[in-house]
């Protein structure tokens, strides 16, 4: 497999074409980002935990039967991916209340609501990823009713294998978000990436932060954190 061209700079990943128009190289980046991007840094080794974190999950999902942009890793920091027309909307599941949910509705981080939540944003930096609904994704013409009603099949599924996972290794799945894409034939599958970066593992017995609010709090050690979460892991293959 051929690295070629370069695609796209992401906040936290860069892309590259490759030999087959099918196939694209995803690049994990150290560099972290936060609040809209008004906070960055770097976090060392980011790029190569998250790669092999985002791996770890998401062969354990194609296992269990979703159907993801994963190919294989192909060294630290690169994954090979299919090519998707991804779709710009963030589908949000959260278990328990923590971050942006529990300061809209002035509610405590860790309480434990009466269902699942569902959210979805618009992914735009400029309008900084406004919370929109179900109507408004089909009124801008980025998803259709059956495509909706899919993802949301599948955000309960992968929810469901995501909580399993992680409580086997004494973790609890706050809360997630994932970006999904059409293949060439219209199929949608899972993309981007499942990680610290983009989830909430809270240590199930202390509630230690195990993910991103560490960068995002100035709470210190999150390389650390990441590294647990992949040793965890790795540890119940
Ligand atoms: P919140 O809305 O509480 O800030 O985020 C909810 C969950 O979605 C968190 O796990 C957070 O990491 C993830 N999330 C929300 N927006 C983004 C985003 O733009 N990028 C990434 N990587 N994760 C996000």
């Known amino acids: 497999m051929e690295k070629r061209e370069f695609l796209y700079d992401g906040k936290a990943k860069q892309l590259y074409a490759t030999d087959d128009p099918n196939l694209v190289i995803m690049l994990y980046k150290d560099d972290a980002s936060a609040y809209n991007g008004v906070k960055k840094s770097s976090i060392k080794n980011k790029g190569v935990l998250n790669n092999r974190i985002s791996e770890l999950i998401f062969m354990q999902l194609e296992k269990n039967g979703v159907r993801t942009h994963f190919v294989k890793r192909l060294d630290d920091s690169n994954q090979l991916c299919k090519k998707l027309d991804i ?122 932060k195990l993910d991103k609010d560490r960068f995002r709090r100035d709470m210190g050690k999150v390389e650390e954190a990441y590294r647990e979460v992949l040793e965890r892991l790795s540890n119940n293959d």
């Open 87 to 208: 779709i710009p909307l963030e589908f949000i599941v959260r278990n328990v209340v923590a971050g942006s949910l529990a300061r809209r509705l002035d509610i405590e981080e860790g309480f434990v609501p009466a269902n699942t939540i569902y959210e979805i944003c618009y992914k735009n930096d400029e309008l900084r990823d406004p919370f929109i609904n179900e109507t408004h994704a089909m009124a801008m013409n980025l998803v259709t009713r059956e495509e909706l009603d899919h993802i949301t099949d599948l955000a309960k599924k992968i929810n469901k294998l995501m909580i399993d996972m992680f409580d086997k290794v004494g973790i609890t799945v706050v809360d997630f978000k994932m970006e999904f894409g059409r293949d060439s034939e219209g199929n949608i599958l899972l993309a981007d990436e499942i990680s610290p970066d983009s989830a909430r593992f809270w240590d199930s017995k202390t509630k230690n």
